[in-house]
């Protein structure tokens, strides 16, 4: 039986033992809304304030609307279960098990061209086929490790783990991201390389913005953002893309914790830092004035206050040809969504996320800023409306709510 937004906030609320009013009030939001969602006379609420109802509700944003953990394939060799195991690697912890090592562990040279062809995967949005592959190149990495212990090859190695911390989270379990991103920073130290390392801290930003830890993720962006400030002696592109990486990171909680100013003068920054980058491709992520370009139309839609139409003009200055990763591209274009939803622009929005679908058929059903827009959008609808209803269901949203 499926259950709505307002089902999990009343068993959770009554789980807390708060009344409607408290948790409202912890909230920052009104007790009319909180009502209605209970009572079912709403099916769903922005964004922003769904996120301050988990945070009230001490509750991951995923587990409040119900995004999907788990991938559309099943696999033999791989999946969301393997990956767990291949991140939570029980012969690793001292005294347990010994590892079994692998009749033929990989060379050093084809292993890596298999960490970038996964990272290509994860950029082109195929998440059934990278959760497929994943575990078993986590469990060939650290066989090549052990054999080796190249620095270059703990450089690849920690590349491999961000690539599970990224796809754990985009499945809704940034617990496991959080553990990945562990051994990730480990394997980055042993490759003795402050800027993977670098990458490596944005990446736990990113996981902590997942677990709902804004301050903290703002935190260690900032701190590492500052240790690696590039100077004229040391300014070279790569250190600048990871720099500015780390001020982008570190912009999103600031907007979330209705710092709009600072997340705006973080972006400025980071924009400075592209100018004198240009686009760049460095451990395994991308940096452009393009990619900072999106997140400003972002962050004018996070926060208590969402600036939809500011949210708009922005997007008119982002090139969206010029975007080098897909799934990149449509989480932007899901932005865009929503703020063409809340300008009124119901049918534009819709369109656009059937754009987004059509090319990232996958992806989309683990983004909860689409499913949030499509449930807002089936609240408003004012006759029914086929085509949104199809996108709802291939969503996961229940269109008879």
């Not at 690849?156 to 991201?177: E, I, K, R, T």
Request: hydrophobic share 40%.
């Amino acid at each position: 039986m499926s259950t709505s937004i307002g089902d999990r906030i009343r068993n959770l609320r009554e789980f807390r033992d708060v009344t409607q009013e408290q948790l409202a009030q912890r909230a920052g939001v009104s007790v009319d809304t909180v009502r209605k969602l209970e009572q079912g006379s709403r099916q769903s609420a922005r964004i922003n304030t769904l996120r301050a109802l988990a945070r009230a509700l001490d509750v991951q944003l995923e587990r409040l609307v119900g995004q999907p953990t788990v991938t559309q394939e099943l696999s033999d060799d791989g999946g969301l279960i393997a990956l767990r195991d291949a991140i939570q690697d029980v012969s690793a912890l001292p005294g347990v098990l010994a590892d079994d090592d692998i009749e033929d562990p990989p060379d050093e040279g084809s292993w890596a061209d298999a960490v970038r062809a996964a990272t290509r995967l994860y950029w082109a949005g195929e998440l059934s086929e990278l959760s497929s592959t994943l575990p078993l190149l986590l469990r060939d990495g650290r066989a090549v490790a052990r054999e080796t212990g190249t620095e270059p090859v703990w450089q690849q190695l920690a590349l491999a783990y961000q690539l599970a911390a990224s796809l754990a989270a985009q499945a809704g379990h940034p617990d496991w991201a959080f553990q990945a991103v562990e051994k990730q920073l480990a394997a980055d130290r042993k490759a003795s390389d402050p800027l993977a390392e670098g990458m490596g801290v944005s990446t736990l930003s990113w996981v902590l913005l997942r677990q709902g830890r804004w301050e903290q993720a703002q935190r260690v962006a900032e701190t590492k953002a500052d240790a690696l400030e590039p100077s004229i002696r040391r300014a070279t592109a790569a250190r600048y893309a990871v720099y500015g990486n780390l001020l982008v990171a570190a912009a999103t909680p600031a907007a979330r914790g209705g710092n709009q100013s600072g997340a705006q003068q973080l972006l400025n920054y980071a924009e400075c830092a592209a100018t004198r980058s240009g686009a760049v491709r460095v451990y395994g992520s991308a940096f452009s004035v393009t990619d900072v370009r999106t997140q400003q139309v972002n962050i004018a839609l996070a926060g208590e206050e969402s600036r939809p139409g500011e949210a708009l003009r922005l997007s008119a200055r982002v090139d969206v040809g010029a975007i080098s990763r897909p799934v990149h591209a449509a989480s932007h274009r899901v932005d865009v969504a929503q703020a063409q939803y809340e300008t009124g622009d119901g049918n534009g929005a819709l369109a656009t996320l059937l754009e987004v679908e059509s090319q990232q058929p996958e992806w989309i059903k683990f983004q909860t800023l689409a499913a949030t827009t499509v449930r807002e959008m089936l609240e408003d609808e004012r006759r029914r409306n086929t085509r949104l209803r199809g996108l709802a269901s291939r969503l996961g949203v229940d269109p008879a709510l």
